[in-house]
């Protein structure tokens, strides 16, 4: 996955690859449903072709334009009753409140009244759907109004403070509306620009407002939300030196010949460094990997006046002379991560196509060789996108600092006195709307410790918890050393007098102290409190949880059909603590 | 002046119709093509926008009602077609 330079028909090469992709007629793996108040056909080879790119199979399908209300009282009619698709509704004011526009454009005050009393009911629908229907809910918010009567500029102000009232009185309503997902139209338009934003001849002859290029940025901006509800972020940004952080080569032209600092190209550099500060008080790591004398590069951390980011920025070192394919699963090594969590920024094509012929699952970003672009570039490219960070993201790249402490104290204890010396607490804690996101996020993102890899969405966890037929469990863990925050997620599902563990996972950095004993034991009680007996699981290996590999025989399972295990929740409730960590 | 050859024309057409180019004349237009409905119209138009660099009016977009047509109104807006 490399950012490439756009090509030269952007728009004609979308649209003939979502044409060739429907010809193959391949089997979806990401349903996708519209619900607008204009035709937006024309999205739909654009969404399709952005999907595509993302790496899915998408299928789309389009409601009939300005049905919105009938669709949100029904959303699965519109998926042929698949419950677990994606609805993406996109409401302009034109359609729904152009009367009352015209009306307070006009000097009728009052008229803003009634918009709003309109817009209210078109909130009660999308809370009324996000209650019935299990899938992924995502609502547009108002792009600027293309009426007569409305103009942005007009000196008298009226339309502008119609759209910014409206504007403020939807995102308040619609952020009230649990688990619903905004894309933020308003703002794509402001950044794209309205006037462009809008195609007069295809409104007029097709009742399709908005140009293609505009229809272009807004599917790439919809498959970045979609992509982002199912799939976990970069977790470190794997960074060049040379030409990348600072203009030059610090080998050859010394601490003071490169370039950064006030002044263009150095000012380019050093904001490139600000936002790599700024991903970094998001939760990512950031590490270096460069071909360089560890020295040279580590006197610039050091001593150079202009530099932003900081050695003790730096989680991971990878700096010397073997081929930066080596050094990037050293870096992953460090960090407890896996590979496809690196994001690696190079300015060299050579280094990229290095690392993306050995490691296809890294996702490269080529920094270009002009500094006034790195920024914008590395933005767009997203590699770290997230819906919520959570406090926990925030407080990641510190913790890691306390792990560092931890590992030192391990290296001079054996393993099982190490734990006994941690003072470790394991509490288990119900799931809820505080806890929902990182439930989500930890499900979504954990490779090793996870018995069954199963992925599911904000919205499927949510139908868990409301339903008897599971339990949904958390765990928040503790040592001397500080707290690592909501790392364990177990979830439970009556199979008639069974119990099945669908869901068992451990963040990697509590791996190997216990944890999960403790973890296990706790739902194995919550089975007994039920009247539950038997506790049944499965082990689904994949090419990364080796670590989960033995947890079931350790644990007293015994095989009770080729893939599945069991054992007694009783006897799994009253193991003492610890008992069966191995080193 | 912009040049276009006929058999592009035709296969921009032919592409984006999802029909081989042969089965396509002057004569074609939504009446005689099987799924050459108002989204097909469209994004034909943004092609050739895209291809020869020009903005068609929505009258103009209007009259295209037929692959002759559309040559016609590329005549008027001064696209050589090589034949």
């Keep these: 996955m490399t950012q490439n330079l756009p090509a030269d028909y952007p728009l004609r090469d979308a649209r003939s690859a979502w044409r060739n992709w429907l010809r193959k007629a391949a089997a979806p793996d990401l349903d996708v449903g519209i619900v607008s108040s204009f035709t937006v056909d024309a999205l739909a080879p654009y969404l399709g072709h952005a999907l595509l790119s993302a790496g899915w199979s998408p299928r789309i399908r389009i409601a009939p334009f300005n049905q919105v209300f009938q669709a949100l009282s029904a959303p699965q009619a519109i998926f042929g009753g698949n419950a677990s698709g994606i609805l993406l509704v996109l409401p302009r004011l034109d359609e729904f409140v152009a009367e009352e526009l015209a009306r307070f454009c006009a000097g009728d005050s009052l008229a803003w009244t009634q918009a709003r009393d309109k817009l209210l009911e078109l909130a009660s629908a999308l809370r009324a759907a996000r209650k019935n229907w299990a899938g992924t809910l995502i609502s547009g918010t108002f792009p600027p109004p293309a009426t007569p009567e409305f103009d942005l500029l007009h000196l008298d102000r009226l339309g502008i403070v119609f759209f910014e009232r409206a504007g403020a009185f939807w995102q308040e309503a619609v952020a009230a509306i649990d688990g619903l997902h905004i894309l933020d139209v308003g703002a794509l338009t402001i950044q794209f620009g309205f006037q462009r934003a809008v195609d007069w001849r295809k409104w007029y002859l097709y009742r399709q407002p908005f140009s293609e290029q505009f229809l272009f940025e807004l599917s790439n901006y919809a498959a970045r939300l979609i992509t982002a509800t199912r799939r976990a972020s970069g977790k470190c940004a794997v960074i060049d030196c040379d030409n990348t952080i600072w203009g030059g080569v610090v080998g050859e032209e010394g601490l003071d010949g490169i370039q950064l600092g006030d002044e263009f190209p150095g000012s380019a550099y050093r904001d490139f460094q600000k936002l790599l500060l700024y991903w970094r008080q998001q939760g990512v790591f950031l590490a270096v990997c460069s071909k360089n004398n560890p020295e040279d590069v580590r006197q610039v951390f050091r001593d150079h006046r202009a530099m932003v980011l900081r050695e003790s920025d730096i989680a991971a070192w990878a700096v010397d002379w073997r081929p930066k394919s080596e050094q990037l699963p050293e870096i992953a090594k460090q960090l407890n991560l896996g590979i496809d969590a690196l994001v690696f920024f190079d300015d060299s094509s050579y280094e990229i196509t290095e690392v993306q012929s050995q490691h296809p699952l890294v996702r490269c970003v080529q920094v270009p060789s002009t500094p006034e672009t790195i920024v914008s570039v590395a933005k767009h490219a997203m590699p770290f996108d997230k819906l919520e960070i959570t406090s926990d993201d925030r407080s990641r790249v510190e913790r890691y600092a306390v792990e560092t402490n931890r590992q030192e104290l391990q290296g001079s204890l054996p393993v099982d006195e190490f734990i006994r010396t941690l003072d470790l607490r394991v509490d288990t804690v119900h799931a809820s709307s505080d806890n929902i996101a990182r439930i989500t996020q930890l499900i979504n993102k954990t490779n090793q410790f996870n018995l069954t890899t199963v992925r599911l969405s904000q919205d499927q966890v949510q139908a868990m918890i409301q339903s008897p037929k599971f339990i949904v469990r958390a765990a928040v863990v503790k040592d001397k050393f500080g707290e690592y925050g909501l790392t364990c997620v177990g979830i439970l599902e009556q199979r008639g007098s069974d119990w099945h563990i669908s869901v068992f996972l451990l963040s990697c950095r509590v791996l190997a102290r216990g944890v999960e004993t403790r973890f296990l034991t706790d739902l194995a009680s919550e089975v007994l409190a039920r009247d539950g007996n038997r506790m049944t699981a499965e082990f689904i290996p994949t090419a990364k949880n080796a670590p989960a590999a033995d947890f079931l025989e350790r644990h007293g399972f015994t095989k009770s059909a080729p893939r599945l295990w069991s054992h007694h929740a009783a006897e799994l409730a009253a193991r003492p603590l610890l008992k069966t960590v191995e080193s | ?83």
Aim: glycine share 6%; net charge negative.
């Design chain 2, 1 to 83: 002046m912009l040049q276009l050859d006929e058999s592009e024309l035709i296969r921009i057409f032919a592409e984006v119709l999802e029909v081989s180019p042969e089965t396509l004349s002057e004569k074609s237009a939504p009446d005689n093509v099987h799924g050459w409905d108002s989204g097909k119209a469209m994004e034909i138009v943004i092609t050739l926008e895209e291809a020869l660099n020009l903005e068609f009016t929505a009258g103009e977009l209007d009259e295209m009602t037929s692959i002759g047509a559309t040559q016609e109104i590329l005549k008027r807006r001064g696209v050589f077609i090589l034949r």
